[in-house]
């Protein structure tokens, strides 16, 4: 590995690299993170094995990448530079994709992304690509994340090494605070105020520390970024690292995500040794190192507080703030926590100036945001646009509108700090004051969409669930509240709330919120508090009715074949488990409430939609008397 | 603390127990003092490392490790088994050989994820936390995976698989066998 000792260095390995990089030769990026759930790792090296058997290793290169994004058709491969996308590959589509590469035939059909039974080859034509704008992502999917020469041939360290040619930490803060960029692990505090708080507190020791703790269920933004293109979360822990005043640095990320800890430990070990990383960094007298730290599955760690306690070797529980970590932070040392998507914005923000960054988006949120967009949509996968896009575009346009044939009914933004915003709120625009007012949050970019199979009940009762196991149990508020929440919610679930109920549990929601001493506690009641908002409706029907319109809370509801939809096609009775569905050919299929064991199979294979939750018929005659 | 039991592998509560015969003990004293010795004594900021060291050589914490790591660490032994206790990632009780993690994440439970508990729980006869009589398979499910986009998901060891219905669930475990 070079030494690069200078910012004269640098410069000289970029042109090397620049030079010998050939931009005609074919490149098939194959996704090597994300996509090994789905055999990316049986067709990667089905490409390896094809190009060296027909001898093509001088023509094609085979580039293993981090996420490209569109999820959805895993595994998926790039071609450059044609320009053409495929997915859901097997290894057997391989030789041929070869071929096709080979004698520039037209791309092969059938593993093209296709939208309303258009199908379009083309990276640059593709719907889902189109609104988006790649900064956070920019190296995502396009180099490979253990070679640091892809990352310095695209500008990486160029940020840093423009900082030291001759930059104050304050001329460093101000362009930061120009940008207008906020927290993006879901608080939205101006990052540039905080770095100008850790600057403020003089102290020889200082830390900087990455916040990889990803744990909201449904949100992957940040394990995407420290799998595919853990550099750029170098980069950036560099500059704030300069810009306060800190001497050491952590990255923590969680033991639940192995390729990222693999791949930022390399990332780490590659840095230190060209010299990026450790003493007299660029020839100058900034010095700064950072130690990998693996989180141990529990979520309050995602807590600044709790975090900190975590590194120092302690129990993951937070303590009230002030003094806020900036002051006193790690071991009482002024300390910065910032988010991965955070950090691998500022290269960007400082090459390109923080005028340039603020040009996107709103006028409270600036710049881009990257959502994990998951759920009944169809296009799964992640995502990066500008502020400002509203989320009828991101679940529409970007993501190819509700799968399956069914209705929008909510999307849930920040997990579960978050809230579910029905459809009257589809054109806010993605802000964290709009969003805000709405009645969720921006969180850290989980964007999960539901349809009408979704009980918003249900959900509720998730969320409560999860924090209630992540609880951390120091304070009362939500170490009880969180429990008496979710066993009021799930009473509503069996069927066993009663009159008052609803107003019980919002009450105990607003003071949970009001009382609690760390943001788990105090948006843990978030899901509550937004699904009662919105979808009142549904917790009435489940304690008067007691009965669940979604058919998601199995006690709640039986399924019936509606004739008028049924077409006595016959699919729904050869795939029940156990034998509840009778019927005669093209005529309306019958399901036995007594054998039902309501799996719900049959609503997924029926293509008529033919099937539907309904009341319970004893509860039905108990009303009708 | 509660002492371990001696029990024979499928024992009714479902856990695994290691054997506790004098020879045992010796091992896992020799195999914990060596990886102790890879970190800097006296550190208390080592102890979730090292307990992450620890589980990595045997898939556990033996609760015979406890007090070679308090005195490594000179961290006290209570402490360092009410840190073992908060973290989710860590137990004492032995695993079996593979560690299936379903996904319980909110993408995953929006689309079946809690169909994929049962179809492994009707598989191989366990529950959540629980572990097969031949130590084979202990079933973990995990908060969330980060894998969103292939929902429902479930980790196996370090592989992870996507997009799974009852036929995907058996043709993985299948696999494994």
């Given at each position: 590995?070079p030494?690069?000792?200078t910012?004269k260095?640098l410069?000289s390995?970029r042109?090397e690299l620049?030079?010998?990089y050939?931009?005609a030769?074919?490149?098939?990026r194959v996704c090597?993170?994300?996509?090994?759930?789905r055999?990316?790792?049986?067709?990667?090296?089905?490409?390896?094995?094809?190009i060296?058997?027909?001898?093509?290793s001088?023509?094609?290169e085979?580039?293993e990448?981090?996420?490209?994004?569109?999820?959805?058709?895993a595994p998926v491969?790039s071609?450059?530079?044609?320009?053409?996308?495929?997915?859901?590959?097997?290894e057997?589509?391989?030789p041929?994709i070869v071929a096709k590469v080979?004698?520039?035939e037209n791309a092969?059909?059938?593993?093209?992304y296709?939208?309303?039974?258009?199908?379009?080859?083309?990276?640059?034509?593709?719907?889902f690509f189109k609104?988006q704008?790649?900064i956070?992502?920019?190296?995502?999917?396009?180099?490979?994340?253990?070679?640091?020469?892809d990352?310095?041939?695209r500008?990486?360290?160029?940020?840093?090494?423009?900082?030291l040619?001759?930059?104050?930490?304050?001329?460093?803060?101000e362009?930061?605070?120009?940008?207008?960029?906020r927290?993006?692990?879901?608080?939205?505090?101006?990052t540039?105020?905080?770095w100008k708080?850790?600057?403020?507190?003089?102290?020889?020791?200082?830390y900087?520390?990455c916040?990889?703790?990803e744990?909201?269920?449904?949100?992957f933004m940040?394990?995407?970024?420290?799998e595919?293109?853990?550099?750029?979360?170098?980069?950036g822990?560099?500059?704030g690292?300069?810009a306060?005043?800190?001497?050491?640095?952590?990255?923590?990320?969680?033991?639940?995500?192995?390729i990222?800890v693999?791949?930022?430990?390399?990332?780490?070990q590659q840095a230190?040794?060209?010299?990026l990383?450790?003493?007299?960094?660029?020839?100058?007298d900034?010095?700064?190192?950072?130690t990998?730290k693996?989180?141990?599955?529990?979520?309050?760690?995602g807590?600044?507080?709790?975090l900190?306690a975590?590194?120092?070797?302690?129990?993951?529980?937070?303590r009230?703030r002030?003094?806020?970590?900036?002051?006193?932070?790690?071991?009482?040392?002024?300390t910065?926590?910032?988010n991965?998507e955070?950090l691998?914005?500022?290269?960007?923000?400082?090459l390109?100036?923080?005028?340039?960054?603020?040009?996107?988006?709103?006028k409270?949120?600036?710049?881009?945001?990257?959502f994990?967009?998951a759920?009944r949509?169809k296009?799964t996968?992640l995502v990066e646009?500008?502020?400002?896009i509203?989320l009828?575009?991101i679940?529409?346009d970007?993501?190819?509108g509700i799968?399956?044939?069914?209705?929008?009914?909510?999307?849930?933004?920040?997990?579960?700090?978050?809230?579910c915003?029905?459809?009257?709120h589809?054109?806010t625009?993605?802000?964290y004051?709009?969003?805000k007012?709405?009645g969720?949050?921006?969180?850290?970019?989980?964007?999960i969409?539901m349809?009408?199979?979704?009980?918003m009940?249900?959900?509720?009762?998730y969320f409560?669930d999860?924090?209630?196991k992540?609880?951390?149990?120091k304070?009362?508020?939500c170490?009880?509240?969180?429990?008496?929440?979710?066993?009021?919610?799930?009473?509503?679930?069996?069927g066993?709330?009663?009159?008052?109920?609803?107003?019980?549990?919002?009450?105990?929601a607003?003071?949970?919120r009001?009382?609690?001493?760390?943001?788990?506690?105090?948006?843990?009641?978030?899901?509550?508090?937004s699904?009662i908002?919105?979808?009142?409706h549904e917790?009435?029907s489940?304690?008067?009715?007691?009965?669940?319109?979604?058919?998601?809370?199995?006690?709640?509801f039986?399924?019936?074949i509606e004739?008028?939809?049924?077409?006595?096609?016959g699919?729904?009775l050869?795939?029940?488990?156990?034998e509840a569905?009778s019927g005669?050919?093209k005529?309306t299929?019958?399901?036995?409430?007594a054998?039902c064991?309501?799996?719900?199979i049959?609503?997924?294979k029926?293509?008529?939609n033919?099937?539907?939750?309904k009341?319970k018929k004893i509860?039905?005659?108990?009303n009708?008397? | 603390?509660?002492?371990?039991?001696?029990s024979?592998?499928?024992?009714?509560d479902?856990?695994?127990?290691p054997?506790?015969c004098?020879?045992?003990?010796?091992?896992?004293?020799?195999?914990v003092k060596?990886?102790l010795n890879?970190?800097?004594?006296?550190?208390?900021?080592?102890?979730i490392?090292?307990?992450?060291?620890?589980?990595?050589?045997f898939?556990?914490v033996?609760p015979d490790?406890?007090?070679l790591?308090a005195?490594?660490?000179?961290?006290?032994?209570n402490k360092?088994?009410?840190i073992?206790?908060?973290?989710a990632?860590f137990?004492?009780?032995?695993?079996?050989k593979?560690?299936l993690r379903?996904c319980?994440?909110?993408?995953?439970h929006?689309k079946?994820?809690?169909?994929?508990?049962?179809y492994?729980?009707?598989?191989?006869g366990?529950?959540?936390?629980e572990t097969?009589p031949?130590a084979?398979f202990?079933?973990e499910?995990?908060?969330?995976?980060?894998t969103?986009?292939?929902?429902?998901?479930?980790?196996?060891?370090?592989d992870?698989?996507?997009n799974?219905?009852?036929?995907?669930?058996?043709e993985v475990?299948e696999?494994?066998?």
């Open positions: 590995m030494k690069i000792q910012a260095d410069i390995l042109q620049l030079s010998k050939d931009t030769k074919t490149r098939i090597n993170t994300g996509c090994r759930a055999r990316a790792v049986s067709v990667r090296d089905a490409f390896h094995k094809e060296k058997s027909q001898n093509l001088s023509k094609i085979v580039v990448t981090g996420c490209q994004g569109l999820c959805a058709y491969v071609i450059d530079p044609v320009g053409i996308f495929y997915g859901k590959l097997t057997a589509d391989v041929e080979i004698s520039k092969l059909g059938r593993l093209c296709s939208e309303n039974q258009q199908s379009y080859p083309y990276l640059n034509e593709i719907p609104s704008k790649k956070v992502l920019r190296n995502c999917g396009y180099i490979n994340p253990t070679s640091v020469d990352f310095i041939r500008d990486g360290y160029a940020a840093i090494s423009k900082i040619s001759g930059k104050k930490p304050e001329d460093v803060i362009e930061v605070t120009k940008s207008g960029i927290g993006r692990g879901g608080a939205g505090f101006p540039g105020l905080k708080f850790a600057r403020g507190y003089k102290n020889d020791t200082k900087f520390i916040n990889g703790d744990g909201d269920p449904g949100a940040d394990r995407a970024v420290l595919g293109d853990p550099h750029s979360v170098i980069e822990m560099l500059i690292a300069y306060i005043g800190a001497t050491h640095g952590y990255i923590y990320v969680r033991a639940e995500y192995p990222a693999e791949y930022s430990t390399l990332a780490v230190r040794e060209m010299g990383l450790g003493n007299n960094i660029l020839g100058t900034f010095s700064f190192d950072i990998i693996q989180g141990a599955g529990a979520f309050v760690c807590e600044e507080t709790a900190i975590s590194i120092e070797g302690k129990r993951g529980m937070p009230p002030p003094p806020f970590p900036a002051e006193s932070g790690l071991w009482g040392k002024p910065v926590i910032n991965v955070t691998a914005n500022l290269p960007y923000i400082i390109n100036g923080g005028e340039s960054y603020a040009q996107m988006g709103t409270g949120s600036k710049g881009t945001k990257v994990a967009l759920g949509v296009n996968g646009v500008p502020m400002g509203t009828r575009q679940i529409f970007v993501g190819g799968e399956r044939k069914k209705e929008f009914k909510a999307v849930q933004m920040g997990g579960p700090s978050g809230g915003l029905p459809s009257q589809l054109d625009p993605i802000d004051e709009s969003i007012e709405a969720a949050i921006m969180g850290s970019g989980g964007m969409v349809d009408n199979t979704t009980c009940v249900d959900i509720a009762r409560l999860f924090c209630q992540e609880s951390c149990g304070c009362v508020p170490r009880l509240g969180t429990k008496r929440m979710l066993e009021m919610v799930t009473r509503f679930t069996k066993k709330a009663q009159e008052g109920d609803i107003e019980k549990l919002y009450n105990l607003v003071s949970v009001d009382t609690a001493l760390c943001g788990l506690g105090q948006t843990a009641p978030n899901p509550v508090l699904t908002q919105y979808f009142r917790y009435e489940h304690c008067k009715d007691k009965f669940c319109p979604a058919g998601a809370c199995r006690d709640l039986r399924y019936e004739a008028e939809k049924c077409t006595g096609c699919i729904c050869k795939n029940c488990p156990v569905i005669e050919k005529k299929h019958l399901i036995d409430d054998k064991e309501v799996c719900g049959c609503v997924e029926c293509r008529f033919a099937i539907v939750p009341p509860v039905a005659e108990k009708g008397n | 603390m509660k002492k371990q039991e001696q024979n592998p499928g024992q009714s479902g856990k695994t127990y054997c506790l004098d020879e045992t003990k010796k091992i896992i004293r020799t195999r060596e990886i890879k970190f800097e004594p006296g550190s208390r900021s080592l102890v490392p090292i307990l992450q060291a620890v589980q990595g050589g898939g556990y033996p490790a406890l007090d790591i005195r490594h660490t000179g961290v006290g032994r360092i088994y009410g073992l206790t908060f973290y990632q137990t004492t009780t032995a695993r079996g593979y560690v379903p319980q994440g909110t993408a995953c929006v079946g994820a809690k169909n994929v508990i049962n492994i729980k009707k598989k191989l366990v529950n959540e936390g097969t031949d084979k202990t079933v499910p995990v908060a969330c995976l980060g969103c986009f292939l929902a429902p998901a479930m980790m196996v060891n370090h992870y698989y996507g799974l219905d009852e036929k995907k669930v058996e475990l696999s494994y066998k």
